[in-house]
């Protein structure tokens, strides 16, 4: 089926979880007993859920997410904002779209405030902490600034935190890009290189101010369509969240936190 508005989403991820759910019932019956019905269906059922996991990043919205504070350039992101049960959440085989970034960009790292019900979905999902924190090991290199906004995600509150570099060192370690479990980037060739960095929660700062006040960390009004990036402690809507500084994992609306990923 064709998604074109958040129903059909809803009605699709049903589907796809049913199907999910059957094929991993054959590859159990198949494991015990070499059951080759079981090996047919689930073959036939490995091609549905390819299809439909094209369907699904075909039509993940590309959204304005940030603004680099070196060039000006918008980033324009590929991301389902419509709930953590998208297939673009899933920690382990993310469905995503690849799109051009600026030559500036270093890193996505988020979190998310969870309210209401918790999404249901056959899969680990990792958003980050409850409340947006920073990454000191990355913002006290001198070529790395960051912009944090935020934008919501189903019910949910999500805290978009992107880092931008000038001449960034090539072998710098970056960190796993937000809700996966690696990051990739271009290298001097132009060749897509990748990463991976479990993050802990004691790499976070969740005191902003300082970061603002250094120059270092930027922000973005929620729901200005502009993205004007401000530089200024004062009004700043991010400094003080109450919430939960622990990085959170959810799975078939289980929630649970831990000071590691």
Known sequence: MKITNARERKEFLQQYFIKLEKWREYDLNLFQDGNEAAEAAMEELQKQLAVMRDEYENWLPVVPLSRCPFSGVTVDYCIDLLGLD????????????????PPTYFALDGAVTL??????????????????????????????????SSF???????????YFAEDAPEDMVRVNTWGTRLYTFLDQENMVRWGDYDLNINEYDFELSR???AGKLHWIKPGDESLTLVSAV???????LKGNQELQRIERGEVWSGETY
Request: charge should be negative.
């Open 152 to 162: 919501p995600i189903g019910d949910h509150q999500g805290y978009v935190i992107f």
């Open 86 to 101: 998208g297939l673009w959440w899933n920690y382990d085989a993310p469905v995503r779209r690849t799109e051009e970034l």
């Open 211 to 213: 970061w603002i006040e």
């Open 115 to 148: 309210k209401g019900s918790i999404d249901l979905a056959p899969f680990l999902c990792k958003p980050g902490a409850g409340v947006p924190g920073v990454l000191p090991r990355l913002l006290n290199q001198p070529e790395i600034q960051a912009v944090i």
């Open 234 to 240: 004062e009004d700043c809507p991010y400094i003080g």
